[in-house]
């Protein structure tokens, strides 16, 4: 979120020449505010991530932890000790609802950002240095995107590790299945932001200032940082935010086929492994962690496409 | 047009030969090792015996030796066995391919048949309420899990309702096409729903496009009825765009179905493909994963054909393949 300071300045000083009374920040809010389904997605992201920090305090409320089983609790309807009701071995759903919840945020942003990492770095040498170098990074972005993406992520995140020379005290510690599916999801999502990316860049490099900045003897490094970047920014800030969206739903995936975020570490996606044997004892197990994981893909859609209006409008398809 | 075909299935095949060898060496790093396996499900086995097991297979040589056996061998026509299923790769394979295809292919007409009339319905009267609900529900659309989805429908219509199968392919010992079409419908309604909203977008934006053009101002001065230019004159020239944004989600539609496969028991290639890999089963891992991405290749290629036949601009000979 910090990313999009230096997009609006940008972006609202081209458009800011029409209504010179308004600010170029101010005009990006208002532009922003009238897009009501990302206003609102927006505010529920935003206690999402405050529910889900504070879980820790949830636990001390309720006094279980997302680890804890009753096995005499098992499929227990709502209580005021388990404001959700219980699993099938017993341990408090929403206390793993919230704990799933950091996991898929932290998942999402860090592979997006990643990604968007990746994408920026190749989309900046293809679109910069052109030629061959640009035909074949776009030949390899093409060829990815049509690939069926799915079984090559299944397979690397069931790849042993220990057959790669990692110590198996890492391989096998809980946290290894966080780290690894970051990496994996992202190898595979950069590939929007390197068109972006490439596309900005490609036309950036023919601008007058670009050639007059070359001609003052600028490095091609201070070139893409200075110039070519700051354009791009605002599409890169979407792209970002709608990968995150889609990046959570590849990881939930990956959990719910049991090669994602592994126990005892709670996801969206793993909470709902069980969820098929047991729709005809438990359809509310079922329920919740999907309805999360689909609330939340749609606030980053509806955030991304109110803030493409809001910091790129001339790109925006929906108010051309 | 035959220049055009000819690079396109060479490249086809350069992309597969690089894909074999990828998978073959990702494949060497999954848990598990085929020796192991055959230890454990026989404990008569010895140590010498593991030995010379692995020497009877190749397995005590360099991972790329293997693979270039693996591929000398392919190319001859020998994939191997199926650990699994103890039937030849192929035989494996192939009946699931037509699966899938079947499964793919209804998929693409249905969420053709409900994204066309929403798309175009939405680019002729942008910024309505029905635009506006329609672009809500395609957010929908592109926002849901996949094995939710799936998960509520079974819910609904097999446990609730009773109306469908919940899993599976057919009766047990029916072998009539008729008695298939229950196992298809949820299957094909989730990946429909999950693939429409997506296309539906990208029609609204190419419809939309298309509208604007003067050569449409200009069939309507000249008095073509509302329908002809909308369906005729517009639709033809943004076919073009929409035709490109299917041929890319081919690859995106196998990754669904891999999900809906696995969760309604449907024997396809993305039930093989997790099965497989969840199961040690490489060598049907390595040729599942080849045949789905062949076919997604060979679709691309349709698709490229079918761009030529739409615009006339574009001729094979000028067309960098």
């Not at chain 1, 995140?157 to 994996?184: F, H, M, N, T």
């Not at chain 1, 036309?203 to 791009?232: C, F, K, T």
């Not at chain 1, 893909?297 to 509806?302: G, H, T, Y």
């Not at chain 2, 008729?178 to 309604?189: F, G, I, K, Q, S």
Request: glycine share 8%; aromatic share 8%; hydrophobic share 55%.
């Amino acid at each position: 979120m910090t990313m999009q300071d230096p997009a609006p300045t940008l972006e609202a000083e081209q458009s800011g020449i029409t209504q010179p009374a308004q600010t170029p920040l101010r005009m990006v809010v208002r532009r922003f505010l009238r897009h009501r389904a990302a206003v609102v997605s927006a505010v529920f992201l935003l206690l999402l991530v405050l529910i889900c920090v504070a879980a820790p305090l949830f636990e001390v409320w309720l006094g279980t932890t997302f680890v804890d089983q009753d096995l005499f609790g098992r499929y227990a309807p709502p209580s005021p000790g388990h404001p959700l009701g219980q699993d099938e071995i017993g341990r408090d759903v929403l206390i793993r609802l919230l704990y799933g919840g950091r996991v898929s945020l932290l998942v999402g942003v860090a592979a997006a950002l990643c990604a968007a990492l990746i994408g920026s770095l190749v989309g900046l040498l293809a679109g910069f240095y052109g030629g061959r170098l640009d035909a074949l990074l776009m030949r390899f972005t093409d060829g990815i995107i049509a690939l069926p993406i799915l079984p090559f992520l299944i397979i690397l995140s069931a790849i042993d590790l220990k057959k790669l020379g990692v110590p198996s005290a890492i391989a096998l510690s809980d946290e290894v299945s966080l780290y690894r599916i970051v990496i994996v999801v992202s190898l595979f999502g950069w590939t929007t932001v390197a068109r972006l990316v490439r596309g900005g860049a490609l036309s950036v490099r023919q601008r007058e200032y670009v050639r007059a900045a070359l001609a003052l003897g600028a490095s091609n490094a201070r070139i893409m940082r200075v110039h070519v970047l700051p354009n791009v920014v605002s599409p890169i800030v979407v792209a970002v935010t709608l990968s995150i969206g889609h990046l959570i739903l590849v990881e939930s995936t990956l959990s719910y086929l049991g090669v994602g975020i592994q126990l005892p570490l709670p996801s969206w996606g793993n909470m709902l492994v069980n969820a098929q044997d047991l729709i005809y004892s438990a359809p509310a197990l079922a329920i919740y962690p999907g309805l999360m994981i689909f609330l939340t893909v749609i606030a980053f859609n509806f955030l991304g496409d109110g803030l493409q209006d809001a910091l790129d409008p001339r790109a925006g398809s929906r108010r051309s | 047009m035959a220049r055009f075909l000819t690079e396109r299935l060479l490249q086809a095949l350069l992309v597969l030969l690089v894909m074999s060898f990828v998978v073959y060496m990702l494949i060497g790093l999954m848990p598990g090792d085929p020796i192991d396996l055959m230890i454990a499900s026989d404990p008569n086995l010895t140590a010498a015996d593991a030995v010379r097991l692995k020497a009877l297979y190749g397995l005590d040589k360099p991972v790329i030796e293997r693979y270039f056996n693996w591929l000398m061998a392919a190319l001859s026509g020998d994939l191997g066995y199926s650990r699994l299923a103890a039937q030849p790769t192929l035989a494996v394979v192939l009946p699931r391919m037509g699966n899938t295809a079947i499964l793919m292919a209804c998929t693409l007409l249905l969420a053709l048949g409900i994204a066309l009339p929403a798309g175009i319905y939405a680019a002729r009267k942008p910024y309505t309420k029905l635009d506006t609900l329609v672009n809500f529900l395609c957010f929908g659309g592109i926002s849901m899990p996949s094995f939710w989805l799936a998960l509520l429908l079974i819910i609904l219509f097999a446990v609730t309702l009773g109306w469908l199968p919940a899993s599976g392919m057919a009766p047990v010992g029916s072998e009539r096409f008729a008695d298939r079409l229950p196992y298809l419908v949820m299957p094909v309604v989730t990946l429909t729903l999950l693939n429409a909203g997506v296309l539906t977008r990208h029609i609204r934006a190419a419809m939309m496009e298309q509208l604007r053009q003067d050569y449409v101002r200009t069939a309507r001065a000249k008095g073509v009825g509302e329908t002809a230019v909308v369906w005729k004159h517009a639709l033809r020239n943004g076919m073009i765009p929409i035709v490109t944004i299917i041929s890319h989600d081919i690859g995106t539609l196998f990754s669904g179905a891999v999900v809906t496969e696995t969760i309604f028991g449907y024997l396809g290639m993305g039930k093989l493909i997790y099965d497989s890999v969840m199961g040690n089963d490489f060598n049907v891992a390595l040729v599942a994963l080849l045949a789905a991405t062949a076919m997604i290749l060979l679709a691309n290629l349709i698709a490229d054909v079918a761009y030529a036949a739409l615009d006339p601009r574009v001729t094979f000979a000028g067309r960098k393949a």
